[in-house]
């Protein structure tokens, strides 16, 4: 897989790219990400990027000319381009997982107060924000959408963590994870995770990852198919029960 991330600031987004495991994913060629100075593709002794927007109101707007010249310029067949917008839909593991099956992502960050709407209306095929909030720039959401895009490319993930057992892949967040030593300063590993009955195990897990989602994220578990006893779990912890959490 390519992705090309389009930025006013590339010194901003190649330090993150070349640490740990997004480093290790590139050096062993399982993706190909390359920065593109968006300056490369302004035109004029100055280069301009930016300008007043069209109607007043304060600030600067990315112009269209150099973001429709990168993209003509780095697309191939079946590129995706995508422009990182707060008002775009929200970034989400499943959209991770749909943008992981592309070729090739062109992810466009913008600044200022923002981008030319011409961007969004004819030169991205996608438009996304990676929470309700506002930052200065793309370049952080451009990272963000390739951290996550790229531990679910094949190869990436090894030993380290299976994709599918995380928080969301299920539906559910992930149980309490814990390691050595089994005690600490009072605190014990929960007996079972040291018992090496994996039906066991399983169990636990299924039943805590079921607590932690219906207590923190409750709107989640609408999405996930629960057995009928799983079902009925969730029907105890609504009338104030805590059952088969302890084991
Ligand atoms: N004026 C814009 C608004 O109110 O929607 C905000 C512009 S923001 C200061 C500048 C750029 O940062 C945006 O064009 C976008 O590329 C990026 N950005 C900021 N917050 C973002 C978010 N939550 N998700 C994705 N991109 C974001």
Redesign the pocket.
């Known amino acids: 897989m390519r992705i090309d991330i389009v930025t006013l600031f590339p010194g901003m987004v190649e330090p993150v790219l070349g640490a740990s495991m997004l480093g290790r994913a590139r050096t062993r060629g399982l993706v190909d990400i390359r920065v593109v100075n968006l300056r490369d593709y302004a035109e004029g002794k100055h280069r301009i990027t930016d300008d007043y927007q069209f109607g007043g109101g304060g ?1 600067m707007v ?1 112009k269209p000319e150099p973001l429709f010249a990168a993209v003509h310029a780095l697309s191939t067949e079946g590129a995706r381009v995508v ?6 839909r929200t ?1 989400t593991q499943k959209v991770a997982a749909e943008l992981a099956g592309a070729t090739h992502l062109i992810l ?8 030319d709407a011409r961007v969004s209306e004819r030169l991205a095929h996608d438009s ?11 370049e952080l ?1 451009a990272l963000v959408v390739t951290d996550a895009i790229v531990r679910l490319l094949p190869g990436v993930l090894g030993a380290e963590g299976a994709a599918e057992r995380e928080s969301f892949s299920s539906g559910l967040l992930e149980p309490p994870q814990y390691t050595r030593p089994e005690e600490f300063e009072g605190a014990r590993v929960p007996a079972v995770l040291l018992s090496g009955d994996h039906a066991r195990i399983a169990r636990w897990r299924r039943v805590q990852a079921l607590w932690l989602t219906w207590r923190t994220r409750p709107e989640l578990l609408k999405d996930v198919d629960l057995t009928s006893d799983e079902q009925r779990l969730v029907e105890r912890f609504e009338r104030g029960e805590r059952p088969e959490l302890t084991e």
């Open positions: 600030g990315l422009l990182l917008d707060p008002r775009g970034f466009l960050a913008g600044r200022y107060e923002g981008v996304i924000s990676i929470g309700d909030y506002v930052l200065t720039g793309g959401p």
